[in-house]
C-alpha cells in the first residue's frame, strides 16, 4: 500500500523547488493534493505532473498573507477532495536583505507576512477541519537560518525561527486533537529561490552549494520532500513538535553560507528578494 494513499493534502509554494517535489512525491504515494501558489502557470504544471504519476490533483492560487485565500484554499480541499489530512506550509521567498541598519520597513514586514503569518494562517485554517475529522498533520518549511544566525538575511533569519518556535507552541496545543504539527529546516537545496533566473545560474549554485556541508553534493528539492513525506506519513504519529534538520551535515560544524549572490543571480546584496518566478 502506497504511504498516503487515501489522505489529501495542501501544499503551498508548490509551483516550484521543494514544494513541487513533495507535490509530486505525494501524488507518487498515493495521495490527492492541491497545489497553491501565485505562479499558476507552474502551479498548474505541476498538478499535471502530478496526474501523470498516477494522484489527484488541483491547482488554487492562493497569497499565503492573505487570510481569506488562505481559508478558501483549505476550503478547496474538502470541496475537491471531502477532507484534510496534511497541510504543508512551504511559501517562502528571500525577502528583506543586505545590512540590518539598511533594510526598509515596509520590506521587513513584507517578509514576515510570507514567511511566519502564512504559516500561522495555514496552521488557523487546518486546526478546525482536522480537528473535527480527528486529527491530521501540519509541517512548515523553516530553515537553518532559524536555529544560527547569518549574516545579511536577518529578517528571513528572524521569520524561520519564528516558524520553528510555532511549530512548537501549536504541537503542545493540538496533540490533544491527535494533529502534529513539525517543520522542516532544509540546509543548501538548490532551487529557485537560491539561483533565481540567469541561464546557468542553476548549475553554478549546485557547484557552490556541493562544497559547503560534510556530504558533498548539493541538496535537492526531493530530499525535503521526502523528509515531508515520513512526517505526514503514519510513520511519525508520535512525533510532534520538532525541527527536522535535513542539511548534509551542515548545521553539525560547518559553516553554510549563500556563497557570493552576484555569480549567480541568487539573493541581492541588499534590497528585497521576492518570489523566484519573479525575478
Known amino acids: 500500500m502506497r504511504r498516503l494513499e487515501n489522505k489529501v493534502a495542501v501544499i503551498t509554494g508548490a509551483a516550484s523547488g521543494m514544494g513541487r517535489a513533495t507535490a509530486i512525491r505525494f501524488s ?33 492560487k492562493a497569497d499565503v498573507s492573505a487570510e481569506e485565500q488562505v481559508k478558501a484554499m483549505i476550503e478547496r480541499a474538502v470541496k475537491e477532495f471531502g477532507r484534510l489530512d496534511i497541510t504543508f506550509n512551504n511559501a517562502g521567498l528571500g525577502g528583506a536583505v543586505g545590512p540590518i541598519e ?34 491530521g498533520t501540519i509541517i512548515s518549511t523553516a530553515s537553518l537560518a532559524g536555529l544560527r544566525g547569518y549574516d545579511g538575511i536577518h529578517a528571513y533569519s528572524g521569520a524561520k525561527a519564528a516558524v520553528v518556535n510555532i511549530t512548537r507552541s501549536a504541537a503542545v496545543q493540538l ?16 532551487t529557485p529561490i537560491l539561483y533565481g533566473t540567469t541561464p546557468g545560474g542553476e548549475q553554478i549554485m549546485e557547484k557552490v552549494l556541493a562544497n559547503l556541508q560534510p556530504i558533498k553534493r548539493a541538496g535537492t528539492p526531493f530530499d525535503i520532500a521526502n523528509m515531508a513525506l515520513f512526517l505526514a506519513s503514519d510513520e511519525s504519529e508520535w512525533i510532534t513538535g520538532t525541527a527536522m534538520v535535513v542539511d548534509g551535515g551542515g548545521i553539525a560544524g560547518e559553516s553554510l553560507t549563500l556563497g557570493d549572490p552576484t555569480q549567480t543571480n541568487a539573493l541581492p546584496p541588499s534590497g528585497f528578494a521576492g518570489p523566484s518566478f519573479q525575478r
Open 28 to 60: 507518487q504515494e498515493g495521495a490527492s493534493v492541491v497545489v497553491a501558489d501565485l505562479n499558476v502557470a507552474g502551479g498548474e504544471s505541476v498538478v499535471r505532473e502530478c496526474k501523470e504519476n498516477g494522484g489527484d490533483a488541483v491547482f488554487q
Open 102 to 135: 539598511s533594510i526598509a520597513v515596509e520590506d521587513w514586514d513584507k517578509t514576515f507576512a510570507v514567511l511566519v503569518r502564512g504559516v500561522f494562517l495555514g496552521i488557523k485554517h487546518s486546526v478546525p477541519i482536522m480537528r473535527k475529522q480527528g486529527g
Open 175 to 190: 496533540g490533544r486533537d491527535k494533529i502534529r504539527v513539525n517543520c522542516i529546516c532544509p540546509g543548501g537545496i538548490n
